[in-house]
């Protein structure tokens, strides 16, 4: 399964960190500290892979693309296949930009609630959903929709009524 | 151009993450990362090469230059338009959060230092604490605050304060506000978190709410918030929704309750032939899911599914020929991420079994055939089908296929793929070895790290050899590990020493440097290249190279190589000990290897008449000057010191003591550490001893022989009997007596002086050895008087307690109070037992029939406990005993160095013995030595028996302050003879500690092991090398300091509170045992 999913950019900040088993928030961050270290010190030309075990455990491998100013790692174990993951990166990616309209890093940053999103129709519960990036965008736009409907139903009365109760 | 002539000048000249402005790091920010990818892997990296560059060198210009006139005119026009975009979002609050927000990710994002972030984030915690719990928070509002609480917590600051909003928040029936909560919730808490109980409920309706969203929203958290206890509540909601309209809820709800798999198996295990249903859901989306569980399933037991094997195949086929609709291809692949599955789930399935292999075949070559190589996911694929070959029972044309892809892989450009193809190297191999021979070069290519690479954008930026992979590389070396022969072992552990040395990540270092270890012990060629190999391990990894090794490098030398060479054995020794005293100067050398060096110089030093016993002395007393903050090596080096000197004189030399070895004496019997003392007087009486007794107790190159126990103490029997018509009681055994007797006995010993507001228990001052034949029968009956709890438990936090000092002594100096403490506990496992055994054992008149090596054994126990302060109780060392055991067996006095650990479960000899031998050689001092006799006390079965828990406790003790005076007075005086082999100490220890959990002693044993604290580096360094004791070692060591901390002050409090309640203290404190017992 997937254990974790980190976007972070080329100075180390964290953009998103999402881990699908529970670690307490220092340990993320030692955790994301200790993968940057790892990453910024790989040299390009390299493969994306990464054998994670000193710092996630035993059993660990670490795929990681780096696109413009960020750094998209999944870290995940022997039941994924490397190739494939890093395909998932891109399947992320790709269905980021179709989000943002040629996403940057600032989108990213700004949004991170529908990154979570996103990351939630591609991957549920470490286990791979969804491989479509048009499929992604169809649950994500359906989101989006109803949600918008229901602010429009229940946010907007609610929040005049308690601004006429005020 | 000269814009990019300048750039690549500033590139060089700057590291690589170094800061830029916030401004250079905005408009790099909005790169669209869409640049950085295409279809084709050579110009993809091409392209993001140049954008990487573009946008670095620009970065770097603005920064040096700050002209931004310039700048401009180098933006392109696209990089304008971002930065318009980013000022859009800026000023009109982008994507509809508020100002605040915005500037809060600004101004973070603008921060110099960590400090000033951090700074800026705790003003945002204040505010948000201020006004998240203001009334009447408008619900956009506190959205987005929540959503600034998340953010605050991935930069890693605490927001629990927020949690409770979130929790509520995903009680709102407005979608938006709903999704947010169990986003945030799903973030901030784990599935024990206690606010999890407020979310369940929610939950539960939610699951049922007829908004598939609102369902799908539910899933997510039911996957990261449900445990094992309210996977219940749930779990019916969950199942029903496997019946849900949208393939996408199906599909969630598969997944959820595979996790619920996942976490408790038992809870869904009726549930299997659910996820077999779903395979044939008419969904693929739902098919492909319910693949996962079965995945598990089928990797914790494949018979129970090989039934699917034909289901599996025709899936797998129907897929790979493209019968799935359009949308779940992924670049031109159909479902791949199924395929790979699949193919996981066969190989699973058909490893050794033939009869489900056969079905495979097809599919496979057709896979094989088709699939499209030029893709990644292709690849995948393709290495998913090789490890199914591999793994699945082997068939010559796909093995020849896998064969094919797999050089393909090796001689692919990008580094992922020979990643890839190394990995399916090693899986191949196991098949069929020859298979690598034609993939040597890629394979040491893969090593070396690739050529030079040619540099983008026509300029060469970086003219340097390409950087080599480390994972690729580390890949490799597990290949070259699985192919290693005794044919090519010298080449690869030379390259993998070669990498060890140049790694700096310890963690890949340790695993290294053991794999070394296993394939030069299982293929060395010759000893010599053995112990080269050993020493170049040690060299550069010692500290990080795991004890066993060092121990197992000390018995193979001891040992020699199996073959009853003795001619082989002592040339291995000699060119061990030859390359040492070269080594031994170098300065810095690891402890460990230092350690092993001292042993073997110790033990085989002198062994072949090539060196003389004062040059390795001087040699040793060399490493103990240069490594004087060492103890351990220390320890080992007078040690080998006193060897080497004790063969000297065995062998009827007359030895002369160089001067710094002399001083090195004088300095470690002041030494602050008790095993260091030990050691140096350890020597200095051994040096006194006669010829004849030197060569009984410090045999030859004895290590590696083995050393019987007695273990029924049979030798004991006719004292035993003696002690009986004496009129001493019979032993009872512990779980016969009664908690509260322990109690009882080691109370009033111990309280007598320093207390008297507890209560008396005067009548059980039996045990006390010089009183203790004549008032025997007392202590038994009274304590079966008093209130018995029979518990062990309650027994041990009796101890605890009364190992404090009491309330009212408080006052009292701590060193004072702790020493106390300390004291007690050291006794306690002695005079807590009122047996008549110990009574009988405590008399100087003892005289032990065949038993004399337990004997022994106790002398030396005792005599080692009493250099520190602490330990002083002990240490009345019975000399009789020693004396009579000396004149009894000298020599065979190792035997009860063996004796602990052999108490665990019969070791292997051979493992043992190295060090055994020499604890045993330390150990044989005092038994030679018949001056150091005196009368008193420590009753032999009770250190024999250390590995024994039972029989330990029953021992019977001297007064402890009345032994503490003796060893004070005459502790200097006649300790020369009476220290003796602190070594044991720490095994017995051990021994000691490892078996009394069991028969619910430990407190006990903890006391003892806290005492000991200062020991500890003993306790580890030399704590017996078999395997099963590392275990325990590893438990040991880890207690004393949890002890050590909270113990005094904690203890002390629940002392005092349970008097305000009304209860002697030593009756109870459960709690505080438990507290540290953690």
Known sequence: MIRAVMVMNTQGK????????????????????SVFAVLSNRPDNVSDFVEADSIFGPDSRLVYKHYATLYFVFVFDSSENELAMLDLIQVFVETLDKCFKNVCELDIVFNFTKIHTVLDEIVFGGQVLETSSSEVMKAVEEIARLEKASNAITLVPKSVSSWQTR | MCFEKLSTMALLSLPRNRRCSF???????????KRYWSESDDTSKEIRNQVRERGQCWEIYYEDFGASTVLQQQLNLEQLKTIGRELAMGSQGGWGLSKEYLDLVKSIGEARSKAEEDRIVLHEIETLKRRITEPDVPKRKMKEFIIRLVYIEMLGHDASFGYIHAVKMTHDDSLLLKRT???????????DHELIMLIVNTIQKDLKSDNYLVVCAALTAVC???NEETIPAVLPQVVELLGHGKEAVRKKAVMALHRFHQRAPPAVAHLVSSFRKKLCDNDPGVMGASLCPLYDLVSADP???????ISFVSILKQVAEHRLPKSYDYHNMPAPFIQIRLLKILALLGSGDKHASENMYTVLSDIFRKCDSSSNIGNSILYECVCCVSSIYPNSKLLEAAAEVTSRFLKGESHNLKYMGIDALGRLIKINPDIAEEHQLAVIDCLEGGRCREEFMGTKLIAKDADPDDTLKRKTFELLYKMTKSSNVEVIVDRMIDYMISITDNHYKTEIASRCVELAEQFAPSNQWFIQTMNKVFEHAGDLVNVKVAHNLMRLIAEGFGEDDEGADSQLRSSAVESYLRIIGEPKLPSLFLQVICWVLGEYGTADGKFSASYIAGKLCDVAEAYSNDNAVKAYAVTAIMKVFAFEIAAGRRIELLPECQSLIDELSASHSTDLQQRAYEMQAILELDVH????????????EDIEVDKSLSFLNSYVQQSMENGAQPYIPEHERSGMFNIGSFRSEDHRETSSHAL????????KPSVAPKSLPVPHSSSTELVPVPEPTYVQEVHQAASLPPVSDAGAAELKLRLEGVQKKWGRPTYSSPSPSASSSSSSSQKPVNGVTHQNGLGNLSSQSRDTS??????????????????????????TEKRPSSSHKTPKPSSSSTIDKSHGTTAKVPNADPASQKASQPPPPDLLDLGESTVSESIPAPDPFKQLEGLMESGQVSSNDNHTAATTNPIDLMGLYSNTPTTGSSGNILDLAAANTGDMNLLSEFSNPVSKNTETRSTSTALPPTKKGPNPQDSLEKDAVARQVGVTPSGKNPNLFRDLFG
Do not use: W
């Open chain 2, 760 to 767: 008396k228990f005067e009548a059980y001052e039996l045990p």
């Open chain 2, 693 to 704: 007794a030197v060569e009984c107790i410090m045999p030859m190159d004895a290590s590696c």
């Open chain 2, 870 to 895: 602490y330990n002083s109780k002990k240490s009345q060392v019975d000399p009789e005993k020693q004396k009579l055991a000396a004149s009894l067996f000298g020599g065979s006095s190792s035997k």
């Open chain 2, 303 to 309: 018979s129970s599914l090989k039934d699917l094997i």
């Open chain 2, 23 to 33: 401004g250079a790091l905005l408009s790099s920010r909005t790169i669209p990362l």
């Open chain 2, 224 to 226: 990261k918030l449900i």
């Open chain 1, 14 to 33: 964290p953009r998103l960190a999402k881990f699908y088993h529970y670690l307490p928030p220092e340990k993320q961050q030692e955790l994301i500290r």
């Open chain 2, 181 to 191: 909560g169990y986003l945030a919730v799903t973030l901030f808490l784990n599935e």
